[in-house]
């Protein structure tokens, strides 16, 4: 930066992105470990399927249970259990939701497009549910099935669709709550009962799949619905939420381009030839081209997948015959030591992410401090050398109001 000119544009601050590579690369490493570990685990005692045993899901179970290789297999063997009592494949094969369009008007909802990262959008309006046209037009367990339904599309389509059009990995979703006007009245007991159910089914069969929740809109009346609602929600749900009232759309801009926000939430899109965004459905999944690679990729998997399976589970049994069992599992320390480091990756990787945040506020209250002092154009000759004369301190007060916010924002990424 040049001393006789002040320039957003020449502030360079480095953004971490080698630091934070460099993490990113360790926690894949360490979560392939415990992948590995977890399937072997799995395998001894003959509890990995045939399907839905796929690095993927095991990842998604371990982060749920912090690692905890007892508590996730716990936790992996009663959602397999819910899979067979629930009918699930069946449910996703030939459930028809006839009500489907009926549902939508009354409570409108749906996937839309993909964030800044590539990740699928979905999008509630909640302020806008009629209870009692919904529950003519379907039963809660029907629109359960449905749900389940599309969250098993979500997982075989709509990911591997995103991750093949960003060309790296996509696994979960960033959510959009507009609950405008909502509040403890509309909270009633077939609500409860609807939400309590969806809650449970997401929270224990298909976790560590929201990347991020907004909520926006909220007034003084949902933050006190809020306060019940969140009770609901465990620890890791709650640290992904942000509850915005209506001066949101600064926040959704910084996760999600125009182009992608329905107008209703201050974007651009209208999504006028399909009917309105919230019955689109529009992303990357319904690209011909990508279905067909993610056909043939499952078509070939799954022969793939069961024939691997097979083979590891006689090899296993064999060895098991000839050697002690506990001689082909890492050992009880080592599991311990993989679960601290990937839990330490993830807290640098967190306290990374808060330390670019605060430079990037750093640089804005610069900026906002420069537009203050820009000299006016309109100035006579006379009044500019007197500006100029004066603007000494405050250019001081500027610099200093500078170095102490970088010094700030450094000394975190260093210290984590």
Known sequence: MQETEVSVRDIHISDGSEEEDSMHEQQNSNNEQMVEA?????????????????????LRFLKMRDFDLGKAKDAFLSYMKWRVDSKVDLISKEFKYEEYGEVKKHYPHGFHKVDKSRRPI??????????????KATT???????HI???????????????????KHVSSTTT?????????????????????????????????????????????????????????????TL??????????????????DPSNLPTFLGGNCTCSDRGGCLFSD????????????????????????????????????STNQKEDSGKNMITLKKYASLRDAVKEAQKRIEMLEMSLHETKRAMNGLAEIIETIKPNQTETTNSQMQTGLDRKPIDDKCNHVWSQSVTHATARVIDY
């Open 239 to 256: 640290a992904k939420v942000q509850v915005l009232g209506p001066n949101y759309l600064g926040e959704l801009l910084e996760a999600i």
């Open 38 to 58: 977890f399937r072997n685990l799995l395998l001894l005692h003959g509890q990995l399927p045939a399907k839905h045993g796929d690095s993927n899901t095991l």
């Open 140 to 146: 809660i367990e029907r629109y359960v099935k449905y």
């Open 282 to 317: 529009e992303g990357p999944w319904n690209d011909p081209n990508i279905k067909a690679k993610i056909q043939e990729t499952f078509t070939m998997g799954d022969a793939d997948s069961e024939e691997h399976t097979m083979d590891k589970v006689s090899e296993n049994a």
């Open 149 to 167: 339904k599309e969250q098993e599309k979500t997982l075989s389509l709509r990911y591997p669709a995103c991750s093949i059009a960003s060309e």
């Open 122 to 135: 979905y999008i509630e309006r909640l302020g806008m549910v009629d209870l009692n046209a919904f529950s």
């Open 176 to 236: 959009i709550l507009d609950v405008s006007g909502l509040g403890m009245s509309n909270f009633s007991k077939s609500a409860r009962s609807l939400f309590m159910e969806i809650q449970k089914i997401d929270s224990n069969y298909y976790p560590e799949t929201l990347h991020r929740l907004f909520v926006v809109n909220a007034n003084s009346g949902f933050r006190m619905l809020w306060l019940a609602l969140k009770t609901f929600l465990d620890a890791r």
